[in-house]
């Protein structure tokens, strides 16, 4: 027996989604259409307005409806200097839910993979270059993700704050708060003993 | 820091769904925007669709496009003369991938829940009562889920059945095959006593 054509088309697009399996998708397509069918549509319009309509901010390329998001339009967070330099628009996320930093972002929407074709450009770094020519950054917070490619990416930046006199720094890597040493991998543990600090010294 | 609308009112849908939780909303969101937008597209093109155009068969109320499903269309399948009555269109696909049954299904899209409101007619009885009446039907098999509103369904449509002079089943329940005794609960170790056959008799 085969479903109905729309039904199969909706259940295979569902499976495409990251975390949604062949199992879930069908309980997703079978949940709406036989509970709620509105909130179907919803999310059907949801999904193509989104698409349509978000783009990225001209100035630190996170998504945006907007030409300037919310952060950059803030002269609060241009003027404190800062800029923080991250992988992705979650990672934006993570760090304003902390709540602790009032400066503003730059968003690579990825990293440097050469082997991907993936260079200094489609990075943006083009663009991260003009503002630290332009001036009025005091520091450029490196906050890629520890892994060799966000190493990789981190590293050349500093190099390109090196070349503009700007003060760069990477976020520091380590045993994360509540986590328990033993269940810590290898290299944050190895980044934990290199970036250790005195706490008292005779 | 305020997501776009579009982005947040995107997530909040997805959140929704049986099986997504926010962390998996935003990581689709994400995806889609930041990889996939033709994807994402086509997945709101593809629910859009389905819960427009998705409708029940009017024989055996499973989902379908047609007035009626494939399975009733098929006079093979009619001239069976046994009808499978099962809860959802998804207990449906579960036996087609058997291969095993060429009947024919009722699917009652739900089952009898009367603090819920849910009685016979909610649950179509009054069109299976009409094909009773019909004639053509040898045996029911009755594969409502073995709850006890699956059981107390069941129950209601056997005397359905003894009232139309219409042969009822009920389909077995016990161990599953590989199943370890073990490991079941109760219940269906229960089930399988009652449900035991004779292999050997001096
Ligand atoms: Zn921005
Ligand atoms: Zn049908």
Redesign the interface.
Same mark, same amino acid.
């Given at each position: *027996?085969?479903?109905?054509?729309?039904?199969t088309?909706?259940i295979?697009?569902?499976r495409?989604?990251?975390?949604?399996g062949p199992k879930?998708a069908?309980?997703?397509?079978?949940?709406?259409?036989?509970r @709620?069918?509105q909130?179907?549509?919803?999310?059907?319009?949801?999904?193509?307005?989104? *698409?349509?309509?978000?783009g990225h901010c001209q100035s630190c390329r996170t998504?945006?409806?907007?030409a300037q998001? @919310?952060?950059c339009a803030s002269t609060k967070r241009q003027d404190s200097g800062l800029l923080c330099v991250v992988e992705?628009?979650?990672d934006?996320?993570a760090i304003?839910q902390t709540g602790q930093y009032q400066g503003v972002y730059f968003v690579l *929407?990825g990293h440097l993979s050469p082997i991907d074709g993936i260079g200094p450009k489609e990075i943006g770094l083009d663009i991260l270059e003009n503002k630290l020519q332009q001036g009025g950054i005091n520091e450029v917070i490196l906050a890629t993700n520890p892994s060799v490619e966000g190493e990789t990416t981190a590293h050349f930046i500093a190099e390109l704050c090196h070349k503009y006199q700007v003060n760069a720094s990477r976020i520091a890597h380590g045993i994360p708060v509540g986590g328990e040493l033993d269940l810590v991998d290898g290299m944050t543990l190895m980044h934990a003993f290199t970036g250790r600090r005195t706490v008292s010294q005779l």
């Amino acid at each position: *027996m085969q479903l109905s054509p729309s039904l199969t088309q909706l259940i295979e697009a569902l499976r495409c989604q990251p975390g949604i399996g062949p199992k879930s998708a069908q309980r997703i397509a079978f949940h709406l259409l036989e509970r @709620d069918r509105q909130g179907g549509k919803q999310l059907g319009q949801a999904l193509t307005k989104a *698409m349509t309509v978000v783009g990225h901010c001209q100035s630190c390329r996170t998504f945006t409806e907007q030409a300037q998001c @919310d952060i950059c339009a803030s002269t609060k967070r241009q003027d404190s200097g800062l800029l923080c330099v991250v992988e992705s628009p979650t990672d934006v996320l993570a760090i304003e839910q902390t709540g602790q930093y009032q400066g503003v972002y730059f968003v690579l *929407m990825g990293h440097l993979s050469p082997i991907d074709g993936i260079g200094p450009k489609e990075i943006g770094l083009d663009i991260l270059e003009n503002k630290l020519q332009q001036g009025g950054i005091n520091e450029v917070i490196l906050a890629t993700n520890p892994s060799v490619e966000g190493e990789t990416t981190a590293h050349f930046i500093a190099e390109l704050c090196h070349k503009y006199q700007v003060n760069a720094s990477r976020i520091a890597h380590g045993i994360p708060v509540g986590g328990e040493l033993d269940l810590v991998d290898g290299m944050t543990l190895m980044h934990a003993f290199t970036g250790r600090r005195t706490v008292s010294q005779l």
